[in-house]
């Protein structure tokens, strides 16, 4: 007993030892896991460990709403909107890259274009198919630096570098405004802007650009030139279920798309052509080698990421919890922007919105309009220059004058941060319901 | 007694049991970690866990030797050497993105480069400063989609929109291959290349491009023309202590740098103008905002980090272990294999080189001179087609002729793998001591 007591008594301390031992290194190892939990986030911000419930804006945003002496910027498109989406997403797009990657220019030696990411190429397709958008069967895919540089690509590779005249380039008024500005940016001899397709001389050989949903006026649009010479690039920024009902599956020869639209991804400028001739996609892979030597990789493994997560939103909803999937989450938020973008207009005489048809989706199965990420606004009654009108009530929108229509509208972005939304519905109200627009 | 050995009887499971649970706890610590490491290291590769030690390149990289009936293809500027650097550093250059980044396309306001992200003006700033081959202070910082696209914004920020003529863009042969195909690719009207800066006439107003170490031949450069209304572009993308001394801060109006040949991180497509005059620097990011809608953030924030980590290697030895810091092993790796090639060259009369004059590097306090990232070859004898020749011997370079020179040189790309480079040595060193080269 003496014996056994002895034994008992020397091991008692060796457990506690042992205990103490298996403590320290749980500390050690809950130490080093916040360690890694921290680098981990990147960056300062709200809790990334897999938390998709919803939860209010303010938590994860901390965005402060304007003073209501301040502008308010819609002029650009910026989509600051996704943000929200993406935190709830937590680490589900985290992409983390190490030092040695991206070293080489190239990224596919035996594809033409020979510095597409195959993992952008698979995403992509992927994304198509899911959402039945585009065709990508026996398509190239080429990527480009957003979807701007793919359209000078795409003018490059359709204008002969040999023509005793340039080509002209022409799209239906009201039109993207940047298109003008781009296309005669250096006064190139290969293409020259000649404005409104509605309005344009037949005879020639032109390319025309169709932008479906149309960027200003979310118009779901369709060639107006019927001449014999011409080659359309389909610009489908807008062409995703959050915006407009997915009632065909588009199969046109260039088909231009962008993440900035897509996924809300603007600073990653990253865009893909769809392009059915090979020796178009060849030509437009060549202007991307000359302009910039490729496109980053690191934005095309990040894009990669984050379209790859959007198709398991749908395909792998075991791994999100109860989040809804990325499509219907910002299609209810399009939806409910544009409920009280109505309700706002509807308030008196003094602005108006075009009105869209109502059509099936072959995507959510739902029925609805349009719900552009802009507003084409028109300013009714006395008020003739809307854009001066709005700024003197700090709103900055973009006059119909940019887009070849008149000064009577105006481009205002729908897609910015809530709390900026929210302001702005609250003034257009105000000025909506005012009896004189003047005061 | 009985009551004390109860009390001990019954504590003692009670340990034993708080060690099961504390283990169990380590276990379960211990996965998580692993996972953690594991999403950590991002994509497969070696140990990234601060093992900066120089390993033997085969263990880090894998990469085969070139079979002696494969073509090594030393077209490209590839500086894929570069890897096993990034490699022995570890996770020291990770970076983790979120999901939520990159979402808007602005960078900073208040910047007139909207679209540069701080960090990476901060991280040039600092590297300039401690390298000490370019003035920053009084300068406005652009960023572009590699050097290339910023070389553009140059172009049409110095061509006036409204001129009679185009402005005519010249540079001294052996010139920069791709400056013909850029500046003629779109035919613009604003400007024109001109060729051969040296046969230039003085009297139209003009552009020089001045690129110092020279691509192709590594000479180091002043303007050659003396014209009045000449305005100057200086392309030092080659002017970092690994391969020329910087025996002068330099401070030309308009400077073009790239992280692709300063790091090796060419997929990166990033590059920064370093420009005096703040009109110049606004009209450059404007033909970017036209061009691109801006740059990758996600590829600035990346470059960010590397260039920090750079100046690290210098600024923050104790990090580092025991690393060799940046620009002193990629001195040395150049200095070796232009030994190498200087060797093998040296065994026969069938190809010479360029001699650089020795200087002392105000970095580093060595005397050296210049080890450029391509060699300028020349096939002496009877072997007029050089490329030809090499192509024979699968060796793919690039002929003088596309740098305004003649086909007796080929520009030879010395940056690759350091197993593609052997075979490469091992090959002219053959070539070099055959009696006849036309065996």
Tied chains: 1, 2.
């Excluded at 680490?91 to 993992?119: A, M, R």
């Excluded at 006064?187 to 037949?202: M, T």
């Amino acid at each position: 007993m003496g014996f056994s007591l002895m034994r008992n008594q020397k091991f008692m301390p060796t457990i506690k030892h042992l205990l103490i031992i298996s403590i320290a290194i749980n500390a050690g190892l809950l130490l080093k896991l916040l360690h890694h939990e921290h680098e981990w986030a990147g960056l300062p911000g709200p809790d990334i460990n897999g938390k998709n419930a919803v939860r209010p804006v303010k938590d994860v945003l901390h965005k402060a709403k304007p003073a209501t002496d301040q502008y308010i910027n819609l002029n650009h498109g910026d989509p600051t909107m996704y943000e929200v989406y993406w935190m709830q997403m937590g680490d589900k797009t985290t992409l983390v890259l190490s030092g040695w990657q991206s070293i080489s220019y190239f990224s596919d030696t035996k594809n033409h274009c020979w510095f597409l990411e195959p993992g952008i190429a698979n995403a992509v397709t992927r994304l198509h198919n899911l959402v039945g958008n585009a065709q990508t069967r026996n398509y190239h895919i080429v990527v480009g630096t957003g979807s701007t540089q793919l359209f000078q690509a795409a003018l490059y590779a359709l204008s002969p570098s040999n023509a005793p005249e340039s080509m002209s380039i022409v799209s239906a008024a009201p039109f993207y405004s940047s298109y003008p500005l781009i296309i005669d940016c250096l006064k190139s001899g290969l293409y020259k802007w000649k404005g409104d397709a509605s309005k344009f001389n037949k005879d020639d050989p032109y390319i025309e650009l169709v932008t479906s949903p149309n960027n200003p006026d979310g118009s779901i649009r369709q060639a107006v030139v019927n001449g014999s010479g011409g080659i359309l690039v389909h610009d489908l920024a807008y062409y995703w279920p959050q915006y407009t009902p997915i009632s065909f599956q588009a199969n046109h020869d260039i088909m231009l798309f962008t993440v900035s639209k897509c996924t809300g991804h603007a600073g990653i400028r990253i865009g893909w052509a769809l392009v059915k001739d090979k020796e178009v996609a060849k030509r437009m892979t060549k202007f991307i080698e000359i302009s910039s030597i490729g496109v980053s990789k690191d934005s095309q493994l990040r894009a990669a990421k984050i379209l790859d997560v959007i198709a398991d939103t749908y395909e792998h909803t075991e791994k999100f919890d109860k989040a809804t999937p990325f499509f219907h989450y910002v299609y209810n938020e399009m939806a409910k922007r544009w409920r009280q973008l109505r309700s706002a207009v509807s308030k008196g005489q003094t602005f108006s919105l075009p009105d869209f048809p109502v059509e099936k989706c072959n995507f959510s199965g739902q029925r609805f309009g349009t719900q552009p990420a802009f507003a084409w606004l028109k300013c009714e009654k006395s008020i003739d220059d809307c854009e001066g009108f709005l700024k003197k009530h700090k709103i900055l929108t973009r006059s119909g004058t940019h887009f070849g229509s008149s000064e009577n509208y105006v481009r205002i972005s729908l897609i910015s941060h809530k709390e900026e939304y929210d302001e702005f519905i609250r003034r257009l109200s105000l000025l909506s319901s005012m009896s004189s627009p003047h005061e």
